[in-house]
Nanobody, 124 residues
């Protein structure tokens, strides 16, 4: 199983970024995929997660209405569209996969496989 994040970068407040997680080695029908954010000194915190068929989505309150998670079963990708970005969205973003039967959308400890992360910096 592999997950590789891309699309991070530097953006101004109010701007947009689209993160992509390219996956291999599993099927979306069997695994959920989540996006997590980590800032120095803090644990990884769940941001959004998608799983099941059709994909059920979950968002933390701080990103509802601004972030959209989606998956593409042909391209094996999970995207996180981030709009109206705020300084508190800054951090390293990781995607991770967890078996659907054990899925707790925002519990990092439950996820089995992780990517290496991509940095997102929102400047004010």
């Amino acid at each position: 199983v592999q997950l590789v994040e891309s699309g991070g970068g530097l953006v101004q407040v109010g701007g947009s970024l689209k993160l992509s997680c390219t996956t291999s080695g599993f099927f979306f029908d069997d695994y959920a995929v989540g996006w997590f954010r980590q800032v120095p000194g803090n644990e990884r915190a769940g941001v959004a997660s998608i799983g099941g068929a059709p994909g059920r989505t979950h968002y933390v309150d701080s990103v509802k209405g601004r972030f959209t998670i989606s998956n593409d079963k042909v391209m094996n990708t999970v995207d996180l569209q981030m709009d109206d970005l705020k300084p508190q969205d800054t951090g390293v973003y990781y995607c991770a996969a967890e078996e659907l039967g054990d899925w707790c959308p925002f519990s990092a400890a439950g996820y089995d496989y992780w990517g290496r992360g991509t940095q997102v910096t929102v400047s004010s």
